[in-house]
């Protein structure tokens, strides 16, 4: 079974996170709204009405959002392109979209192992989680989304030390409270796994091979940082940071238009 597509289409979608997710102004979303309603700027062919003003009109939260081409899935395969217009339990939609956005996540994650550092355990779930992405709302909202999580999270971590075992010695940050602190220099091979690094400063520093599976960079300096061979870095983490042009991304992420200004 093929890979689903794994990074966010809206012109294959419905505009689903603009009408089944909750968000609030307090979260850089401009104002409150709850599950259900569409926001104020969804426009009636599913484009947005300010998609190229966000942050200047007071919505970097949508900037920073990705689905992991969870909506564009649930859109065409799971309801087969019947429009959220068209459905009458926006409800179980919203909670298929949840469903699918993780299953996504964590495929994006297991694709990444099996070119970093194959593994036939991570392929056997990898396929599951593949044919569970295909699956009716009923058979996804009925999945163990919880128990999933664990075992991928077991087969990351597995690779993690894998591709990271030369840097033996490297520095265990995982969950650690990094908030604000100045962490410029050499950080090849650390792990940074569920760090708290907001508004961090690790500006030009190497992070080759460092495991981000999980930090906050909400605001973090990332300017002249080599990324390239980092871990399980996406790209929601990359859109909520602060980089330039000298700033090295994996392959597959894309550089935030925001970056080059």
Same mark, same amino acid.
């Given at each position: 079974?093929?890979?689903?597509?794994?990074?966010?289409?809206?012109?294959?979608?419905?505009?689903?996170?603009?009408?089944?997710?909750?968000?609030?102004?307090?979260?850089?979303?401009?104002?409150?709204?709850?599950?259900?309603?569409?926001?104020?700027?969804?426009?009636?062919?599913?484009?947005?009405?300010?998609?190229?003003?966000?942050?200047?009109?007071?919505?970097?939260?949508?900037?920073?959002?990705?689905?992991?081409?969870?909506?564009?899935?649930?859109?065409?395969?799971?309801?087969?392109?019947?429009?959220?217009?068209?459905?009458?339990?926006?409800?179980?939609?919203?909670?298929?979209?949840?469903?699918?956005?993780?299953?996504?996540?964590?495929?994006?994650?297991?694709?990444?192992?099996?070119?970093?550092?194959?593994?036939?355990?991570?392929?056997?779930?990898?396929?599951?989680?593949?044919?569970?992405?295909?699956?009716?709302?009923?058979?996804?909202?009925?999945?163990?989304?919880?128990?999933?999580?664990?075992?991928?999270?077991?087969?990351?971590?597995?690779?993690?030390?894998?591709?990271?075992?030369?840097?033996?010695?490297?520095?265990?940050?995982?969950?650690?409270?990094?908030?604000?602190?100045?962490?410029?220099?050499?950080?090849?091979?650390?792990?940074?796994? /569920? &760090?708290? %690094?907001?508004?961090?400063? @690790? *500006? +030009?520093? !190497? #992070?080759?091979? =460092?495991?981000? $599976? /999980? &930090?906050? %960079?909400?605001?973090?300096? @990332? *300017? +002249?940082? !080599? #990324?390239?061979? =980092?871990?399980? $870095?996406?790209?929601?983490?990359?859109?909520?940071?602060?980089?330039?042009?000298?700033?090295?991304?994996?392959?597959? $992420?894309?550089?935030?238009?925001?970056?080059?200004?």
């Amino acid at each position: 079974m093929a890979t689903p597509a794994l990074s966010s289409d809206c012109a294959r979608c419905f505009g689903l996170c603009c009408v089944l997710l909750p968000f609030s102004a307090s979260d850089g979303f401009g104002v409150d709204k709850p599950s259900g309603r569409p926001c104020l700027n969804l426009l009636d062919d599913d484009g947005c009405r300010i998609h190229a003003t966000l942050r200047e009109d007071g919505w970097p939260g949508c900037t920073v959002f990705e689905c992991f081409g969870a909506g564009q899935q649930v859109s065409q395969v799971t309801y087969a392109g019947t429009s959220w217009r068209e459905q009458d339990n926006l409800a179980e939609m919203a909670a298929v979209l949840s469903v699918m956005r993780q299953l996504h996540e964590m495929l994006a994650h297991l694709v990444e192992v099996a070119r970093r550092s194959p593994d036939p355990a991570a392929d056997v779930v990898r396929a599951e989680i593949e044919a569970l992405t295909t699956a009716d709302p009923e058979t996804l909202l009925r999945a163990d989304v919880d128990a999933l999580h664990e075992q991928v999270g077991g087969l990351l971590a597995e690779a993690s030390a894998r591709v990271r075992r030369p840097w033996a010695r490297a520095r265990d940050r995982t969950r650690a409270d990094l908030a604000g602190r100045r962490l410029t220099g050499d950080h090849a091979g650390w792990s940074f796994r /569920g &760090a708290l %690094l907001i508004r961090a400063n @690790l *500006r +030009g520093a !190497d #992070l080759r091979e =460092a495991d981000l $599976l /999980g &930090a906050d %960079l909400r605001d973090t300096d @990332l *300017r +002249g940082c !080599d #990324l390239s061979t =980092a871990l399980f $870095l996406t790209q929601p983490q990359i859109n909520a940071a602060i980089g330039d042009a000298t700033t090295t991304l994996p392959d597959g $992420l894309s550089r935030p238009a925001r970056w080059e200004s």
